[in-house]
């Protein structure tokens, strides 16, 4: 089945610098969908990319999906307090079912 | 507007016991999914809803059963719960390719 990977499972940042957290399918995605889950909340929708290279801006947060649309990464220049939490990106394949990967946990360093 | 609405948000069952997670949204979506989230294993789908009247086995089956009793409402129910179970279950509709989450339901089983 298919298979959505994330990696690091972790990641402490010192407040003001930047860190990328990365996504691989291990099958092609008719898109990927991320999503940021605060401690102790619910996953809220951040951003879709359909685009083979598509690349996304929302503030400090770049969203880019790759070529062969089977990887993506989310990268947050200037981390902010805000921005703890844990990060999922998820894949589709059909118009129905994601498949997230684990997670990212974002923990910052004031 | 609501949104995606789910009871009970904490539950504590002994193994064995069998219980009914209600889920509802009113956002006149036609597909609904119930996950279900450990630590480092991101959210895991359980069963999915296309439409009224459809459900499908999603990645984690096993040990659960769903009813999609109109297009609001689509619950999850446990027949005998296992420590294995103890998990935070989260509701969540589609709508315009996005995934709306309900709040989630902390579920322990002892």
């Known amino acids: 089945g298919q298979q959505v990977m994330q990696i690091p499972q972790y990641q402490h940042v010192q407040e003001g610098e930047d860190f990328t957290t990365y996504c691989n399918s291990s099958?092609?995605?008719?898109?990927i969908q991320w999503y940021k889950q605060r401690p102790g909340g619910h996953p809220v929708f951040l951003i879709q990319l359909v685009k083979s290279g598509e690349v996304k801006k929302q503030k400090r947060l770049t969203f880019q999906f790759g070529e062969a649309k089977k990887n993506s990464s989310l990268h947050i220049t200037a981390t902010q307090t805000t921005d703890v939490g844990t990060y999922f990106c998820?894949?589709?394949?059909?118009?129905?079912?994601?498949?997230f990967g684990a997670g990212t946990t974002v923990t910052v360093r004031a | 507007n609501a949104g995606v609405t789910q009871t009970p948000k904490f539950q504590v069952l002994k193994t064995g016991q069998s219980m009914t997670l209600q889920c509802a949204q009113d956002?006149?979506?036609?597909?609904m999914y119930w996950y279900r989230q450990d630590p480092g294993m991101g959210l895991r789908l359980i069963y999915y809803s296309a439409s009224e009247g459809t459900t499908d086995k999603g990645e984690v089956p096993n040990g659960y059963n769903v009813s999609r009793l109109n297009k609001r409402e689509f619950s999850l129910r446990l027949e005998s719960a296992a420590p294995s179970q103890t998990s935070v279950y989260f509701c969540?509709?589609?709508?315009?390719?996005?995934?709306?989450f309900g709040p989630g339901t902390r579920l322990t089983v002892l």
């Open positions: 099958t092609t995605l008719s898109n």
């Open positions: 998820a894949g589709s394949v059909n118009d129905y079912k994601l498949s």
């Open positions: 969540a509709s589609l709508g315009l390719d996005t995934q709306y």
């Open positions: 956002m006149n979506h036609n597909s």
